[in-house]
């Protein structure tokens, strides 16, 4: 069995907080290869906090969402991307949880890292074949953290063999039964090497599918378990969303912090001004600082909620998934909108590629756009739960 070095909730902060220095320095690395680099996989496996989501029984420190929060938005102060690659191992380590004990054995027993990728909505199809094993056809892009993966998680609709859809959820499949495209050029989060993934006629054994449906209302065997960690009882809807949202705190609040420390003292050109003295600036800066610190608050409150339910192995109530659905797209935005501020106010030399408030920017604007982030989806699904009406989604 692989396991990580075991660590407690009290320490996860101090821990990030020490690869900070490292992970900026190679912030711009990421960027550039498209990728995260090798050794940053390597300071989150050593420093177990890749193992954060994982039950002690596979080698993790089986700790819960606040922690996940804790690691993932402070290792964005370092990088960004890497932050982002995190906080989906993260959720995959969530979804393995609800597989079967023989899936979790085969994944967490092979490989020097054992990273899982996704692909979780389902993009794919299965054909269930009367033995109960799937064929496994499609093409998934925006496989986050694939090039380090030795399993990934590939969601597909399920059909039988007569054509009649049967279910949807995730599939696991060895990282060698799948084609890694590259195809991952873009403006932000570009260090996250979300490439696309493809496969043809993979044959999956009945032992390595989850239904999705089923994690999302509360349905598999680890809900109805009096053993299983509480990691694995979070509210599946709320727990994906926040996975994917964590990075955009630690980016935002490391481009206040770069801003506080490059700004000052500077002149604002074509007037009489130092930029500290500068009203304009002023009024930006505080604004900004507030916008930040009201998103930690939303979203460590989202967390302790999650954390709350799981602990006490209870489904969240409907109303308080659709707050936290709303949450999720609020944070995000909160925080770009917060780094577009001081990226506009500090002055043109913040264009310089070697700026760490311009590739926040760009990273937080592109977390922004995913598809579970979406402001407007979240406040429409939030507004439809609040009238009592189908939220329209089952990703709640």
């Known amino acids: 069995m692989h396991s ?3 660590i407690d909730k009290e320490r996860v902060k101090s821990i990030a907080e020490g690869l900070v220095p490292e992970l900026s320095s190679r912030a711009f690395q ?8 090798p050794e940053n996989i390597k ?6 906090l890749l193992g954060i989501f994982r039950s002690r029984k596979w080698g993790g420190s089986e700790l819960s969402m606040r922690a996940h929060v804790d690691a993932v938005a402070t290792i964005a102060k370092g990088c960004g991307a890497t932050a982002w690659v995190l906080g989906v191992y993260h959720a995959h380590d969530y979804i393995i949880g609800h597989m079967s004990e023989k899936a979790q054995e085969e994944i967490y027993t092979t490989g020097d890292i054992t ?3 996704a692909v979780i909505g389902p993009r794919g199809k299965a054909v269930r074949k009367a033995d109960g094993s799937y064929i496994l056809n499609g093409f998934w892009p925006f496989a986050s953290g694939n090039s380090a ?28 039964d799948v084609e890694r495209l590259d195809d991952w050029h873009v403006a932000g989060l570009q260090g996250t090497g979300s490439n696309s993934v493809k496969c043809t006629d993979v044959v999956v054994p009945a032992h390595r599918f989850v239904s999705l449906p089923a994690i999302l209302e509360n349905q598999t065997p680890v809900f109805a378990s009096s053993e299983a960690p509480a990691i694995y009882k979070c509210q599946g809807g709320p727990a994906l969303g926040m996975f994917i949202a964590t990075s955009a705190l630690g980016a935002a609040r490391r481009s206040l912090e770069e801003f506080r420390k490059v700004v000052p003292g500077k002149k604002v050109m074509y007037t009489s001004h130092v930029s500290h003295e500068w009203s304009a600036l002023q009024v930006a800066l505080g604004e900004a600082a507030s916008m930040i610190h009201q998103a930690e608050l939303v979203f460590y409150r989202a967390a302790d909620d999650v954390d709350d339910y799981a602990r006490r192995g209870e489904k969240m109530p409907m109303e308080t998934r659709g707050r936290i659905r709303m949450d999720i797209t609020v944070v995000p935005r909160l925080c770009r ?12 030399s913040g264009l310089s590629l070697k700026s760490p408030i311009q590739l926040n920017f760009r990273n937080l604007q592109a977390t922004s756009m995913h598809g579970f982030l979406l402001h407007d989806a979240g406040a429409e699904i939030f507004g439809r739960v609040l009238l009592g009406v189908d ?6």
Do not use: C, M
Not at 30 to 37: I, L, N, S, T, Y
């Open 4 to 6: 990580y070095p075991r």
């Open 30 to 37: 990421a960027e550039k290869d498209r990728r995260v680099p």
């Open 43 to 48: 300071l989150l496996h050593d420093s177990g």
């Open 115 to 117: 990273a899982v990728a």
């Open 391 to 396: 939220p329209g989604t089952g990703v709640i």
């Open 149 to 176: 993966s030795h399993w990934l998680l590939l969601g597909a609709e399920v059909f039988d063999e007569a054509g009649n859809k049967l279910d949807e959820g995730d599939l696991a499949v060895p990282a060698e």
């Open 337 to 348: 909108d917060a780094v577009q501020k001081l990226l506009t106010i500090g002055g043109a």
